[in-house]
Each structure stands twice: as structure tokens, then as C-alpha cells.
């Protein structure tokens, strides 16, 4: 009899008290898949092996071949998981095939079921690859129950990717993304974009709360294998002219929550975002790349009404940071104070109710300020009873010269609404004007749901002076049934008033927002991907009295240039569309958008992008 036949035979007799018991339980499912544990620089490569499993099929033992190449490993060994130890159960393994067994019934739970350490060999080189075949369980009853494998391949980097010391030495921090996340049911997508003529030398770095290295596994779906993993802190990679560099974290869903921050070098231009998205929920929302190295942040809150808001800080410097706080409630009285220490290169991200319990059913702004000579990031999470998350923009160096949204929705299931900020210390007057797709005033109905600030009314504008640290909230929607007013919003002003909007989709409760466009660029970049069944959609207008003709560059992700299109805009005017509707070949694409500003004239653009499970986020222009 082959170790395998008995094998299996073992793991039914230890799984329970009679081989005679067994029957098909063909309804149950369960699962298998691998993730990197660790890849060590002195040779070895750590795999985790993950059960998933419903609470009414939980296995008490599982069986499962690991396929590999012999000539690139020396050996390996096995030790359990936490959710074999917890089970009280052994892992032994004989050549590539190993059994999770016990001399007891006791289910095994979800969780990591086994580690295997490989030890490399001396000539090992680019990527290893692992695959799981004939997954086997059992019940505690010694039934057989179905086990699937997901994410049972998976291909390891061996070798980091470093630049070479007098490459690494030309490096400057551009940026940095103030949360990532992963496993846990979470990922993290990370988009870096050359927007520059030349080739860019760039390096993503990881960090933790305390700022040490953040090592994770990152994937790569733009390569030739998208399940390679390279397990790192840190990449480096040579970005071509207008091509996009994306990466992935993630982790088993059995896997505690990862959360940490990214620091963006280069010896160019870069630019870019990441897409934080939970698998579990369908969540998905956007973080920009804060490249401001601003004197001081402003993020606006509302814990009113169910929301709650969630905040992250991260230190670009390697020194720690006490980072001053001042909070203010939507008149702009100030609250409290306060202060945050975060280490140094480290992170920080908390409830802001939980932090500060004096905004707790309040909406208001958070004043962040950096140490002097300190240089921090900052990003806003806006959670809704319904169970959706979106990011709220860190306003900086808002200025005087006010700025449009590009893309404004009302009625029809669709709500927005306009967040106003005086970010000065003096009174301003704020002028928000709507215009329709042809330009003429669009007339929207508006509510006011902060006390004393008028009654409901349909408009196509709106006057306020706003007193300084004032935050002002207009929503604008509509029944169900009424049709779709679609359009853009252009704010005017004499102070420094900035803001967002926040589109809600009420059938489901995803919500997305927009910062108000205020750079006034030659151009601007839209990364679009429309594939794996995703859709992005473009909103384009004109903050200009005279027509527009924008014309548009398309790129693939290589920054090879694919098309040229152009969009024809009136004085005011906006438009929206379906982008592979639009611009038949950037279908079952990736790449980039370039939006060129017509000589004298002043344009905002918008992505959305929504994936098969409906959960919309916007992309955020970035400048050229």
C-alpha cells in the first residue's frame, strides 16, 4: 500500500471511530490555499497552508500534496498552525504530501493548519512556485467532505528588488499614503504613475505603527505571473514614461487585520493612489498619495447621525513626532486640543470619537500640525450605518482661488453633498454656482442639515459668509423616481475656503468623494483598468466662459500611447460617460488618461471606477 492509500486511510480513522460511517457530504465546502509567511535573505522561504471552512462543515483532518520544484529546495519542515494546535492536532509529512490528523473528533476551525519552512538551494533564482493538489478531509464522523483549493498556487520571489547604492542615494520622499491594509479579509492595491517625459527610479517602502520595516507579501498583476509574491518592506522598481506600477497586498481573511503606512522616494516624477478594499463587505475607497509637505492639515468630520470617522497620521521623518491637534465643531468654535505622539517613520489611526470623545455626535474639523521642521500625512475614514467606508480628503494649502467638481448627481437614487471648509482666520465669502451638461444653470433641490442655516429650497446657487474654521454641509437629492440631474459646481471666493463632495448611491449606501479641484494644471492624469469585469467611468467640465475642446492621450500601463481622442465641452459645460463606451480601446485595458488643458483655459476631470460587486470609489486626478 502507497503512503498516500494510507494515508488517507489513517486520516479517516483518525478523524473518527468507524471507516463504515462514511457517506459523500457533497454539500459541504471547505477550502485550502497558501500565502507567504516569510522569505528570509539567508535562504529560506516560509509558507502558511489556510483552512476555511463554515462552522457546520469543520473538518477534523485534512490531507493535501505540495508540488514544488526538488531542485531548488533542500528540504523543508512542517509544524502546526494556530488553528491545529487549537484542535489538538499533528501535521506529519512524508515526501510532498502531509496530514493534519489527532487522536481525538475535535473540528478544526478556520485559520492557518500548518507552516512549511523550505530551505532553498545554493542556485535557486528568480521565482519558486508551490501547488497545492489533492486536497482531501474529513469530519469527525470519518465522512469525506469536499475541500477545495483557493489560492492553492502561489509563486515566491526569492530575490528583493534593490537598487543599486548610488541609484538608492538619488532617492527623494515625495510622498506618502497615510493607511494600507491587509488580510484580514482586506487588500491594499497601490497605483504608481510616471508622469514625468523621462524614467523614474521609484521605491515603495512599508512601515508599522512603531516605524520599523512592514514586510508583506506583494503580488503583481500587471506581470507576467500575477500570483508571484515577493514577501518585502520594500520595492524597488524603473518606471517607464507614463506607465503604471501596480501592486497588491493581502493575506488569508483568517489572517489578523495589517495596518501600516507607505513612503513613496523617486528621482522623478511620481504620483499615485492606492485602493483600500475589503473583500468580505465589498468595500472599496481610495487614499491618494499626500505629496503636500504642508505646515498644517485640515480634515472635516461628522459623527452625526450614525457616521463615525476614522483617522490616519502617518511621520515621513525617522524622528518622532509630537503632532498638535485642534478641534473645532462646524461653527468653528474650537472644542479641544490635544496632541499625538507617533514614531518615528510610524503610523497612528484611531476612531476619532474614541480619541476625542467631546466630537461624539458632532460635526466639525481636525487641525493636524506637524512639528516644526516635520513632515506628516494624513487621511480621513468616513464610515456609515449601513456598513460602507469612504476616505475624507486632508484639505492643504487651500488658497484663495476657490475651484470646480467636476461631477455633481442628484435624485434618481443619487445624493451629494457639498462639505464647505473656511480653512482661514478671517470670515469669507463662499459663491457655489451648478451648471448643467450644456452649461446653463442647473436648479438642484438643496437641504441644510446643520441648525440656522436656512430652509430647503431648489437652486441653482448658493451665498454664504462662512465664519473663519466654519464648515458649511448642502445636500442635494431627490425621490427614486425622479430623473437623474447630472452636472458640475464651480465655488468662488474671498477667503480660503476649500472642500469636497461626497456622492452616496442610496439603493445600496456606497458612497465616494471628490476633492474641489483648485491646481488649475496643463494637464491631468486619469489611471483607468477595464478589466476583470470593472468599469471606469470618466466625468470631464469646463470651468472656462469660453467652449473647450480637451484633448486626451491614451497610454496602456506601459506608457505606450494607444490613441488620442478629444472631448468637446460648452462654456460651463461638463460631460460624463462609460469610458470603453467612449474610447473603444481602452476596452479590457489598463493605462492612463491624459487631459490636456486647453491653452487659457481651466478644466477638472474624474474617474469612478466600479468593480462587479457595485462597490464604486473615485480616482483621483493627478497633475501632469
Same mark, same amino acid.
Given at each position: 500500500?502507497?503512503?498516500?492509500?494510507?494515508?488517507?486511510?489513517?486520516?479517516?480513522?483518525?478523524?473518527?471511530?468507524?471507516?463504515?460511517?462514511?457517506?459523500?457530504?457533497?454539500?459541504?465546502?471547505?477550502?485550502?490555499?497558501?500565502?507567504?509567511?516569510?522569505?528570509?535573505?539567508?535562504?529560506?522561504?516560509?509558507?502558511?497552508?489556510?483552512?476555511?471552512?463554515?462552522?457546520?462543515?469543520?473538518?477534523?483532518?485534512?490531507?493535501?500534496?505540495?508540488?514544488?520544484?526538488?531542485?531548488?529546495?533542500?528540504?523543508?519542515?512542517?509544524?502546526?498552525?494556530?488553528?491545529?494546535?487549537?484542535?489538538?492536532?499533528?501535521?506529519?509529512?512524508?515526501?510532498?504530501?502531509?496530514?493534519?490528523?489527532?487522536?481525538?473528533?475535535?473540528?478544526?476551525?478556520?485559520?492557518?493548519?500548518?507552516?512549511?519552512?523550505?530551505?532553498?538551494?545554493?542556485?535557486?533564482?528568480?521565482?519558486?512556485?508551490?501547488?497545492?493538489?489533492?486536497?482531501?478531509?474529513?469530519?469527525?464522523?470519518?465522512?469525506?467532505?469536499?475541500?477545495?483549493?483557493?489560492?492553492?498556487?502561489?509563486?515566491?520571489?526569492?530575490?528583493?528588488?534593490?537598487?543599486?547604492?548610488?541609484?538608492?542615494?538619488?532617492?527623494?520622499?515625495?510622498?506618502?499614503?497615510?493607511?494600507?491594509?491587509?488580510?484580514?479579509?482586506?487588500?491594499?492595491?497601490?497605483?504608481?504613475?510616471?508622469?514625468?517625459?523621462?524614467?523614474?527610479?521609484?521605491?515603495?517602502?512599508?512601515?508599522?505603527?512603531?516605524?520599523?520595516?512592514?514586510?508583506?507579501?506583494?503580488?503583481?498583476?500587471?506581470?507576467?505571473?500575477?500570483? %508571484?509574491?515577493?514577501?518585502?518592506?520594500?520595492?524597488?522598481?524603473? $518606471?517607464?514614461?507614463?506607465?503604471?506600477?501596480?501592486?497588491?497586498?493581502?493575506?488569508?481573511?483568517?489572517?489578523?487585520?495589517?495596518?501600516?503606512?507607505?513612503?513613496?522616494?523617486?528621482?522623478?516624477?511620481?504620483?499615485?493612489?492606492?485602493?483600500?478594499?475589503?473583500?468580505?463587505?465589498?468595500?472599496?475607497?481610495?487614499?491618494?498619495?499626500?505629496?503636500?509637505?504642508?505646515?498644517?492639515?485640515?480634515?472635516?468630520?461628522?459623527?452625526?447621525?450614525?457616521?463615525?470617522?476614522?483617522?490616519?497620521?502617518?511621520?515621513?521623518?525617522?524622528?518622532?513626532?509630537?503632532?498638535?491637534?485642534?478641534?473645532?465643531?462646524?461653527?468653528?468654535?474650537?472644542?479641544?486640543?490635544?496632541?499625538?505622539?507617533?514614531?518615528?517613520?510610524?503610523?497612528?489611526?484611531?476612531?476619532?470619537?474614541?480619541?476625542?470623545?467631546?466630537?461624539?455626535?458632532?460635526?466639525?474639523?481636525?487641525?493636524?500640525?506637524?512639528?516644526?521642521?516635520?513632515?506628516?500625512?494624513?487621511?480621513?475614514?468616513?464610515? *456609515?450605518?449601513?456598513?460602507? $467606508?469612504?476616505?475624507?480628503?486632508?484639505?492643504?494649502?487651500?488658497?484663495?482661488?476657490?475651484?470646480?467638481?467636476?461631477?455633481?448627481?442628484?435624485?434618481?437614487?443619487?445624493?451629494?453633498?457639498?462639505?464647505?471648509?473656511?480653512?482661514?482666520?478671517?470670515?469669507?465669502?463662499?459663491?457655489?454656482?451648478?451648471?448643467?451638461?450644456?452649461?446653463?444653470?442647473?436648479?438642484?433641490?438643496?437641504?441644510?442639515?446643520?441648525?440656522?442655516?436656512?430652509?430647503?429650497?431648489?437652486?441653482?446657487?448658493?451665498?454664504?459668509?462662512?465664519?473663519?474654521?466654519?464648515?458649511?454641509?448642502?445636500? %442635494?437629492?431627490?425621490?427614486?423616481?425622479?430623473?437623474?440631474?447630472?452636472?458640475?459646481?464651480?465655488?468662488?471666493?474671498?477667503?480660503?475656503?476649500?472642500?469636497?463632495?461626497?456622492?452616496?448611491?442610496?439603493?445600496?449606501?456606497?458612497?465616494?468623494?471628490?476633492?474641489?479641484?483648485?491646481?488649475?494644471?496643463?494637464?491631468?492624469?486619469?489611471?483607468?483598468?477595464?478589466?476583470?469585469?470593472?468599469?471606469?467611468?470618466?466625468?470631464?467640465?469646463?470651468?472656462?466662459?469660453?467652449?473647450?475642446?480637451?484633448?486626451?492621450?491614451?497610454?496602456?500601463?506601459?506608457?505606450?500611447?494607444?490613441?488620442?481622442?478629444?472631448?468637446?465641452?460648452?462654456?460651463?459645460?461638463?460631460?460624463?460617460?462609460?469610458?470603453? *463606451?467612449?474610447?473603444?480601446?481602452?476596452?479590457?485595458?489598463?493605462?492612463?488618461?491624459?487631459?490636456?488643458?486647453?491653452?487659457?483655459?481651466?478644466?477638472?476631470?474624474?474617474?469612478?471606477?466600479?468593480?462587479?460587486?457595485?462597490?464604486?470609489?473615485?480616482?483621483?486626478?493627478?497633475?501632469?
Amino acid at each position: 500500500m502507497t503512503f498516500s492509500k494510507l494515508a488517507f486511510r489513517y486520516l479517516m480513522v483518525a478523524a473518527g471511530t468507524s471507516i463504515g460511517l462514511v457517506s459523500t457530504c457533497a454539500a459541504q465546502s471547505n477550502s485550502l490555499s497558501l500565502s507567504v509567511n516569510s522569505v528570509s535573505t539567508s535562504g529560506f522561504v516560509s509558507l502558511n497552508v489556510s483552512l476555511t471552512s463554515a462552522a457546520a462543515s469543520q473538518p477534523a483532518a485534512l490531507q493535501w500534496t505540495l508540488n514544488y520544484s526538488t531542485s531548488d529546495i533542500i528540504g523543508f519542515t512542517a509544524i502546526e498552525g494556530a488553528a491545529a494546535i487549537g484542535a489538538g492536532k499533528t501535521v506529519t509529512c512524508s515526501g510532498n504530501l502531509c496530514v493534519i490528523w489527532g487522536l481525538n473528533t475535535t473540528a478544526i476551525p478556520s485559520g492557518v493548519v500548518a507552516v512549511l519552512t523550505f530551505q532553498l538551494s545554493s542556485t535557486v533564482s528568480g521565482d519558486l512556485a508551490f501547488h497545492i493538489t489533492d486536497a482531501l478531509a474529513a469530519s469527525p464522523l470519518a465522512e469525506p467532505i469536499a475541500l477545495d483549493v483557493a489560492d492553492g498556487r502561489i509563486a515566491v520571489v526569492t530575490q528583493p528588488i534593490l537598487f543599486p547604492p548610488d541609484v538608492a542615494a538619488g532617492l527623494t520622499v515625495m510622498g506618502s499614503i497615510a493607511e494600507i491594509v491587509s488580510s484580514g479579509g482586506w487588500d491594499t492595491t497601490i497605483n504608481l504613475i510616471n508622469n514625468g517625459s523621462t524614467s523614474t527610479h521609484a521605491r515603495l517602502k512599508f512601515f508599522g505603527y512603531d516605524g520599523s520595516d512592514f514586510s508583506l507579501p506583494l503580488t503583481f498583476p500587471h506581470g507576467p505571473d500575477p500570483t %508571484s509574491t515577493l514577501f518585502a518592506a520594500s520595492l524597488d522598481q524603473t $518606471i517607464s514614461p507614463g506607465a503604471t506600477l501596480v501592486t497588491r497586498s493581502t493575506g488569508p481573511d483568517v489572517f489578523p487585520v495589517q495596518q501600516g503606512a507607505a513612503q513613496v522616494s523617486a528621482d522623478g516624477s511620481i504620483n499615485g493612489f492606492a485602493i483600500l478594499r475589503n473583500r468580505i463587505n465589498h468595500w472599496e475607497t481610495t487614499v491618494p498619495i499626500e505629496m503636500h509637505n504642508a505646515t498644517s492639515f485640515l480634515l472635516a468630520f461628522d459623527n452625526s447621525n450614525g457616521l463615525a470617522i476614522g483617522l490616519a497620521v502617518a511621520n515621513l521623518r525617522p524622528q518622532p513626532a509630537n503632532v498638535q491637534v485642534t478641534i473645532r465643531d462646524d461653527t468653528g468654535a474650537e472644542l479641544g486640543a490635544g496632541s499625538l505622539f507617533v514614531p518615528g517613520s510610524g503610523h497612528a489611526s484611531f476612531v476619532l470619537s474614541t480619541q476625542f470623545p467631546f466630537t461624539m455626535d458632532k460635526r466639525g474639523t481636525i487641525e493636524i500640525l506637524p512639528p516644526s521642521g516635520g513632515q506628516i500625512s494624513a487621511v480621513g475614514m468616513r464610515f *456609515t450605518s449601513p456598513g460602507t $467606508i469612504t476616505t475624507v480628503p486632508a484639505l492643504a494649502n487651500v488658497g484663495i482661488t476657490g475651484g470646480s467638481l467636476s461631477h455633481i448627481a442628484s435624485a434618481n437614487g443619487w445624493k451629494t453633498t457639498f462639505v464647505l471648509v473656511n480653512t482661514g482666520a478671517a470670515a469669507a465669502q463662499a459663491h457655489l454656482r451648478f451648471f448643467a451638461d450644456g452649461g446653463s444653470a442647473l436648479s438642484l433641490p438643496l437641504t441644510f442639515p446643520q441648525s440656522g442655516e436656512g430652509a430647503s429650497s431648489v437652486a441653482s446657487g448658493l451665498d454664504r459668509t462662512m465664519a473663519a474654521g466654519a464648515t458649511l454641509v448642502i445636500e %442635494s437629492t431627490g425621490p427614486d423616481t425622479d430623473p437623474l440631474l447630472t452636472g458640475s459646481a464651480q465655488l468662488t471666493t474671498d477667503g480660503d475656503v476649500g472642500g469636497f463632495v461626497i456622492f452616496r448611491y442610496n439603493p445600496n449606501g456606497q458612497e465616494a468623494t471628490v476633492p474641489l479641484e483648485n491646481r488649475n494644471a496643463s494637464a491631468y492624469l486619469l489611471a483607468f483598468d477595464n478589466t476583470a469585469g470593472i468599469v471606469t467611468g470618466v466625468a470631464v467640465s469646463n470651468a472656462s466662459m469660453e467652449a473647450a475642446i480637451v484633448q486626451v492621450v491614451i497610454r496602456d500601463d506601459t506608457g505606450a500611447q494607444i490613441g488620442t481622442e478629444s472631448v468637446t465641452l460648452s462654456p460651463n459645460g461638463h460631460t460624463a460617460f462609460g469610458l470603453a *463606451t467612449q474610447f473603444p480601446v481602452t476596452a479590457g485595458m489598463r493605462g492612463t488618461l491624459e487631459f490636456v488643458t486647453p491653452s487659457g483655459g481651466r478644466i477638472s476631470a474624474l474617474g469612478i471606477r466600479t468593480p462587479p460587486t457595485l462597490a464604486f470609489t473615485t480616482l483621483p486626478a493627478l497633475t501632469k
